[in-house]
């Protein structure tokens, strides 16, 4: 050793004696460490805790390095166990060792040899039990397998064959009291009473309390009962010191002793402090327990005197061997007896009860671990002491190779069986030790080698030998060291090793009481110490007197008191408890799959919630709205009646307000007092009614036969007779009959005609209607089988009321066309429409010729039959027409229509028109006539293709038609036609230059390039699929990949690169499964925050990244990372479950190692539940929380829910931030790994943190509103105050917030100002509560108690893909709805560029307004009229779809069509909006207006499309973008958004 290593150690010892010493004055010498550290200076940590056992001789493994040699190389252990150890048992000590020194033995071996750990990670060296085994499996299953878990290891050892795995010893090596002090200092402080220097005890303080967790005691389950818990189990100083009741006992005895010297030492000693006594008592015993060891019961054991000493050895090394360790406890084993004796003092031995009776003696078997705790302390006490009596007077079995039942065949279990084969584990443990072989040690210590098996006899039977030599091949070089001792006659090497063992610890040790350098005694004191003996150590601590016992305790000779009656043997005492297999999942799998199931519910509640959230916000929308609505309430008279009117039984009843009027019609009014129906009595004679005779006759039917019939529900019988009696009376003054009848409620209500029954009648009624007239075959109809014969006829003979009609048509029942239509058909003017009557007029507009067409609708418009149509006429005509589409002209309007219309026929001078003139007039359009239908609703799918071939444009299964079929296709003249007119229309602007765009004649698309076969086909879409989204598929491409990569670089790391933990071990799929999952919801769930980063991306979008990233897609990719992350979520919490389950089935000493933070070994192996893991741990609580934080975010995130609630969607996604909380300290318990999480969220966290503090910074600067507009359709103009250094660009949006409505609130909203102007302005549809709560907010009425204009909160702008409407020389436009609003700027911020001649890449732009009726948003008309204007350049062409009327090639859509094309010819602007732009029908045909555009623009690459409005809208654009892509012609780049 080194001078300063030796003045270091000189220091520590002198400056813990210093600090001792100052602390305890009548402490003079150097404290003995209870961690065993420091007893030798030149090597500090010999002999301490958790150092390594000593070899002896090199390691024998398989490998060299750590793997046990196991089957085939050495034999079964079960199998050798029977083989040398089965015996009968009853056989006495040759020396009449007393069991009192074998008990005696294993409590030294607690106190210098803790080696019963597991190893971490948990290692199993499994023993197979043989086919057929009589105890483990009397079944002969030959599945059988007893776990055997290998000890811990100092894991810096078994890496290479020059470091073979080593093993640790748990406690101090020394002879040092710690299996009556403890190991640690902490442990002794928590034994102590600090009183007295006395022990804690319990109750009569002769016993020690029971344990409360302070100490680490171990506590397997008593394998006799299952029973478990600290009950029964002492605060000892051996972790293992209450294994079974003898040896409990004898760790009682030294116990007792200790408080027995220290009340001694108190009473000589007063003035001393309990620390003084504890320091003087237990040095003291642990001198006395070393002198009893080495020189009373190692002599007694081994029959050999110890060397004497010779003082001590410093460089000694006494640490324990592997050999020991294998040798003391089997040698001690085959000592074993089956069962212990009690007596008392007297030497009465007592009777033990049992099962079955009482017993002369306690079964060593069933007192393993024993928690049966006698109620009264003093006669736990006593018990105790007859106990020791009993062993002192008891002589244990010989010592040979015979081990009793109760150790080879019931010693207690391990991990799930409750028992074992002790002799079978010693074995594994040797091999798990890597012990050399039997003839090499013998050659270590000494002793000669034995090379043939006859070397062993005579003293052991034949068959042993032959059965030992016949597992080893008869290779006694093989023969394993604890066998080979076994068998031995003189048990020469066990004691050899034994021997040696002690005499190192007695002469190593600095500490030992003989040792007159270390201070600790006197050379008087020294031989006083000597000179006690266990006997007196007894006497001391038991009842009885120094003479009941022998005076050598540990050996009983002939003629000491209290023999035994005699010696025990099995068939003498109690059977032992079988073997049992314990299931630790017993009970908790209905609990475990309650859980899981509602783990799976969290959604369905979550969607259950939302419901709710819905139905009460449209609720609360619903009221809003009737209180926005201008007043349509219609007083009701005071004579109307309250009733419920039932529908049908699966349809709610609603309440009703029933009206008499004059007129013979019966009204039936909603709360509100608009009129649901109109039942007219005209045409009755007599009315019926029937009342329900039962269920408090509450109940009234009013029998309709040509529509559907009345229920009415009454709150009681005399409202039901008030309106019955009023009815009547109302009868009788119009002339009707009324007729009453009464029958059950349960009939009547079968009797009744409801809406929904009259719908199907009406359906059939059409279907067959149609069916004749187009000839459909029966089939497609629908057959009229017999069950249905009644059905049918009850069909075709039903007849259509004047608002059934005007339903038919679309059309409200009071307007002029279905007025003028109506009694054109109404021949019999009953004021129904019969099949027959119906069929007529419809022949004439599916089959007929224009000229038919033409005079169906002159004989409509002839009022008074005279036939001619006069201008009033032809004005009422045009009038309901334009009535259809919602359309107010004014009569000044209509008239110069009219004048125009006739002067361009040549009919200026003419006052009336026979139909011939009607029908010239209409001549240019004979085409459109030819195709014009009468469009019904409610027309069945099964005959829509039928009706499409004969009238509709639009083909079905278009794209599938060959050349020829094509060719021969007399329908395609009128499609080229109409695609001609489309051409042409995009190429010409009346009134303006014909500029470079429009050189170009419109030309069909060539066909050949639809020749392509499907794969040719599916290529080239592909292809153009790529092009379009190139962008997105590398940004998917590369977060899928790093995605997969972290996921795979976690799984493969746990699954194979990971430090040993044996986590893999014990839950390979789910540790893969939940590790990787969660290494990407960290990275996921962190990642994702970029794409909310607006200002961030309105910035890159400017820049070169936006070449690369598609930043307009940030919203898009934010959903697809959520729903991936999603994914993952569900994939994690399924692999937690798979663990939760094998985490509750997996022993606490697997488990220990796991999660060594979490859980110690104490010996139960009893698993936590379940419910311990999803509700008692951070992970488990917080992973509960996150899953209900995702459902509700997921659920109140989908489309649907977003669009009904959008607060409910604010609010709950706001739960992020909680959600990033729970993640961080669900990671943060490192219950795995150590938190990782931070590494993905860091970055992306302050990123995310600038952009919203850049964002909150603008939100609280109050903006002034300078003009507030109520506009048409509930559209609201708000005009703002522009913030200084506000720049944006057309087609960009905002957030905005109403200082009055709250400020949390935010909504977004596309800008319809254009940068150069100097205010902001916004239009805002009141389709949801907080834009109905806007508007109403500036409406006058408001405006007026408030006084102002309220402010507004701005955030923005930001950027999305309409902005990129300037990159492409040719762009397109679609607006749908309200969805107009980007196109709104956009078309403003052109025009302006244009007129200061400003250098712009775009050339053309077509603007396609997608609305209801134009009436909707006039606002977006001004706008366009002020567009026109100023566009002098024929930058824009417009074009306006009214989507509100019937098909194209409707009759009313027809005559429109005629009258707008005349319109916009003779005064170059549109009948309906005012404007050049052209109106059109219909919805849009997206793909021939495209398909012009790749011809009228050829020289052009790609086409900018952009589209916002409903999602249908958008998704017929896309469609028509995909189909035309497939070409290889002109590109069409779409960009969209919804609302």
């Known amino acids: 050793m080194q001078p300063a290593e030796m003045m270091l150690s000189l220091t520590v010892v002198l400056l813990v004696t210093w600090t001792l010493g100052s602390a305890q004055e009548s402490i003079s010498w150097e404290v003995q460490r209870y961690d065993g550290w420091y007893n030798n200076l030149l090597h500090h940590s010999r002999g301490s805790v958790g150092a390594r056992l000593l070899r002896l001789l090199p390691a024998n493994y398989a490998d060299g390095v750590y793997q046990a040699l196991q089957e085939p190389h050495v034999p079964n252990a079960r199998q050798l166990s029977n083989a040398v150890a089965r015996g009968p048992s009853g056989l006495p000590s040759r020396r009449n060792t007393t069991a009192l020194a074998v008990f005696f033995g294993f409590h030294v071996l607690s106190d210098i040899l803790g080696t019963e750990k597991p190893g971490c990670p948990a290692e199993f060296l499994n023993i197979h039990i043989p086919s057929g085994d009589l105890v483990f499996d009397p079944a002969g299953t030959g599945d059988v397998v007893l776990p055997f878990q290998r000890i811990h290891w100092a894991m810096e050892t078994g890496q290479s064959p020059n470091s073979p795995r080593e093993q640790t010893n748990e406690v101090t090596a020394w002879l040092d009291g710690s299996s009556i002090y403890g190991p640690l200092h902490s442990w002794s402080d928590a034994l102590r009473s600090f009183s007295g220097g006395q022990l804690a005890s319990g109750p009569g303080g002769r016993i020690p309390r029971e344990t409360d967790g302070r100490v680490h005691m171990w506590k397997a389950l008593d394998p006799s009962t299952g029973q478990g818990g600290p009950q029964g189990i002492y605060d000892l100083g051996s972790a293992w010191g209450n294994e079974n009741r003898f040896l409990q006992a004898v760790s009682i005895a030294w116990f007792r002793y200790h408080n027995h010297l220290a009340a001694v030492l108190a009473q000589g000693h007063p003035t001393w402090s309990d620390e003084d006594l504890f320091q003087h008592t237990r040095k ?10 080495l020189y009373e019961w190692l002599p007694t054991l081994l029959g050999t005197q110890v060397p004497e000493y010779k003082g001590y050895q410093q460089h000694l090394d006494p640490s324990l061997s592997p050999e020991f360790v294998a040798a003391a406890g089997q040698f001690l084993a085959t000592m074993v007896p089956p069962g212990i004796y009690k007596r008392d003092p007297k030497c009465q031995f007592q009777k033990v009860p049992g099962p079955g009776g009482s017993f002369p003696a306690m079964r060593l078997c069933n007192s393993y671990w024993s928690r049966e705790s006698t109620r009264l302390q003093q006669a736990k006490e006593v018990d105790v002491d007859n106990l020791l009596l009993g062993m002192s007077s008891q002589i244990a079995e010989r010592e040979d190779n015979i081990v009793v039942e109760d150790l080879q065949d019931y010693w207690y279990g391990p991990l799930k069986y409750s028992r074992t084969d002790y002799v079978a584990s010693c074995l594994q443990r040797g091999r798990d030790l890597g012990l050399p072989t039997y003839n090499q040690a013998r050659e270590r210590f000494g002793l000669e080698p034995l090379w043939n098996w006859s070397d062993f006899a005579p003293h052991l039977e034949q068959q042993v030998l032959e059965k030992v030599a016949a597992l080893y091949a008869n290779n006694t070089a093989g023969l394993e060291l604890l066998p080979g001792g076994m068998l031995e006659a003189d048990g020469s090497l066990f004691s050899a090793i034994i021997l040696d063992q002690f005499v190192r610890l007695r002469d190593g040790d600095r500490f030992w009481f003989e040792n007159t350098k270390n201070g600790l005694f006197t050379v008087e004191e020294t031989r006083k110490i000597r000179n006690t003996t266990f006997h007196d150590v007894l006497a001391a601590v038991t009842y009885a007197d ?38 630790y999942f017993k009970g908790s799998g209905a609990g475990f799959g309650i859980i899981i199931v509602v783990l799976c519910c969290l959604p369905l509640v979550t969607l259950f919630v939302a419901w709710i959230v819905a139905i009460l916000r449209k609720r609360d929308f619903q009221k809003l709205q009737q209180k926005q609505s201008p007043s349509v309430q219609r007083e009701m008279t005071g004579e109307a009646i309250h009733a419920m009117e039932w529908h049908g039984p699966k349809t709610d009843s609603s309440p009703v307000y029933i009206q008499l009027q004059a007129d013979k019609v019966l009204k039936v009014l909603d709360r509100t007092g608009s009129v649901l129906r109109s039942i007219s009595l005209k045409a009755y004679q007599r009315v019926e009614v029937v009342l329900s005779s039962n269920k408090g006759n509450k109940a009234l039917l009013l029998k309709s036969p040509k529509e559907y019939d009345l229920v009415l529900l009454f709150s009681e019988e005399a409202e039901r007779s008030n309106f019955v009696g009023k009815l009547q009376g109302y009868l009788e003054e119009s002339g009707l009959e009324l007729h009453m009848s009464e029958m059950k409620e349960q009939s009547l209500m079968k009797r009744a005609v409801t809406q929904e029954q009259r719908k199907q009648t009406l359906e059939t009624f059409f279907r067959h209607l149609f069916a004749q007239v187009l000839e459909i075959n029966r089939s497609d109809a629908g057959e009229l089988n017999f069950e249905s014969s009644q059905k049918a006829k009850e069909s075709l003979t039903c007849e259509l009321s004047r608002a059934e009609f005007a339903e038919a048509l679309g059309l409200k029942a009071h307007s002029m066309f279905v007025d003028s239509m109506f009694s054109l058909a109404d021949k019999d003017g009953n004021g129904y429409i019969s099949f027959r009557e119906f069929l007529d007029i419809l022949v004439v507009f599916m089959k007929g010729s224009p000229q038919e067409k033409s005079k169906v609708m002159f004989r409509m418009y002839d009022i008074d039959e005279n036939g001619f149509l006069s201008k009033e006429e032809f004005l009422r005509m045009l009038r309901s027409f334009i009535e259809i589409s919602n359309n107010c002209l004014s009569r000044d309007q209509a008239e110069q229509v009219t004048e125009s219309m ?13 139909w011939e003139d009607f029908h010239y007039m209409l001549r240019d359009h004979d085409s459109e006539l030819r195709l014009t239908q009468l469009c019904i609703k409610g027309v069945p799918e099964v005959l829509k293709q039928n009706l499409h071939n004969h009238a509709s444009f639009i083909r079905k299964k278009e794209a599938k038609r060959t050349i020829s079929e094509e060719e021969n296709d007399p329908n395609l003249d009128i499609v080229k036609s109409y695609m001609e007119q489309e051409g042409r229309e995009l190429r010409k602007r009346p009134g303006r230059k014909v500029n470079q765009y429009q050189l170009h004649l419109y030309t069909e698309a060539k066909r050949k390039k639809y020749e392509r076969n499907k794969v040719q086909q599916k290529i080239q879409e592909f292809k153009r699929f790529v092009e379009n989204y190139r962008r997105h598929i590398v940004c998917v491409v590369l977060f899928s990949a790093i995605t997969t990569g972290v996921f795979v670089e976690r799984a493969y790391y746990y699954a194979f690169a990971s430090p040993s933990t044996g986590i893999a071990q014990t839950t390979f799929v789910g540790i893969i499964i939940s590790r990787g999952s969660a290494a990407c919801i960290s990275f996921m769930y962190s990642y994702i925050l970029l794409t909310m980063c607006r200002n961030l991306i309105t910035v890159l979008r400017e820049t070169f990244l936006n070449h690369y990233i598609p930043f307009d897609a940030a919203v898009d990719f934010h959903r697809w990372v959520a729903m991936v992350a999603l994914i993952f979520s569900v994939l994690h919490t399924a692999g937690h479950i798979v663990n939760v389950y094998i985490f509750s089935v997996t022993p606490l000493s ?14 139960s192996q009893l698993p936590q539940k379940y419910y311990w893991w999803f509700f008692q741990t951070i992970p488990g609580m917080t992973g509960v929380l996150l899953l209900v934080i995702l459902a509700v975010i997921y659920v109140f995130a989908s489309h649907h829910f977003r669009r009904v609630s959008f607060q409910g969607f604010w609010i709950t996604h706001h739960l992020y931030m909680l959600l990033y909380v729970l993640v961080i300290i669900h990671g943060s318990y490192a219950l795995i790994q150590q938190p990782r999480f931070h590494i993905y969220f860091i970055i992306p966290a302050l990123i995310y943190s600038a952009d919203k503090l850049l964002s909150l910074s603008r939100k609280k600067v109050e903006i002034s509103v300078v003009k507030a507009e109520l506009l048409p359709s509930g559209v609201t103009h708000l005009q703002f105050q522009r913030p200084q250094d506000f720049d944006y660009k057309s087609g960009q949006w905002v957030r905005i917030a109403c200082v009055a409505l709250g400020t949390s609130e935010y909504h977004p909203f596309t800008l319809t100002s254009a940068p150069h102007e100097d205010t902001l302005s916004l239009h805002i549809r009141a389709v ?8 109403e907010l500036y409406s006058p009425e408001s405006l007026a108690l408030i006084g102002k204009l309220p402010k507004l909160y701005l955030d923005g702008p930001f950027g999305e893909g309409h902005q990129e409407w300037n990159k492409f020389k040719v762009s397109v436009l ?11 700027s956009i078309l403003k911020d052109l025009v302006f560029k244009s007129s200061i001649s400003s250098k712009l890449q775009c050339k053309k732009i077509y603007f396609i307004w997608v609305t209801r009726t134009q009436r909707q948003f006039e606002w977006l008309a001004d706008i366009i009229r002020e567009v026109e204007e100023a566009d002098r350049n024929s930058l824009v062409s417009v074009h306006i779809y009214i989507t509100q009327l019937a098909e194209k090639f409707d009759l009313r859509t027809t005559m429109l069509y005629i009258c707008e094309r005349h319109f916009q010819k003779v005064l170059n602007k549109s009948l309906f909006t005012g404007l050049h732009a052209i109106t059109h029908f219909g919805r849009p045909p997206f793909v021939p207006f495209f398909s012009s555009l790749q011809e009228v623009h050829r020289e052009v690459q790609k086409i900018g499309v952009f589209s916002c409005g409903p999602p249908g809208m958008t998704k017929s654009v896309e469609k028509a973008c995909r189909q035309l892509n497939k070409k290889d012609q002109t590109y069409f780049a779409h960009h969209y958004e919804n609302f």
Do not use: Y
């Not at 697997?1150 to 010996?1163: E, I, K, P, Q, Y």
């Not at 949801?1328 to 508007?1335: F, M």
């Not at 679609?1374 to 709104?1384: D, E, K, L």
């Open 284 to 293: 003291w015993v642990i001198a006395t327990f070393q002198s009893i060891v």
């Open 902 to 914: 006739f002067q361009a026929s040549g009919f200026q001078d003419r006052d009336e028109l026979t």
């Open 546 to 583: 120094p003479t009941d016992l022998q005076r050598h305790v540990f050996v009983w000779s002939k003629g000491d008191p209290c023999p035994q009656p005699q010696q025990l043997t099995a068939q003498h005492l109690a059977n032992c408890t079988p073997m049992m297999v314990l299931d």
């Open 1374 to 1384: 679609v607006g749908g709805g309200i969805g107009v609003t980007p196109f709104a």
């Open 1150 to 1163: 697997v488990l220990s190692c796991l999660f060594s933070n979490v859980f110690m070994d104490d010996g």
């Open 1328 to 1335: 949801g509560p907080w834009t109905t709560r806007l508007r």
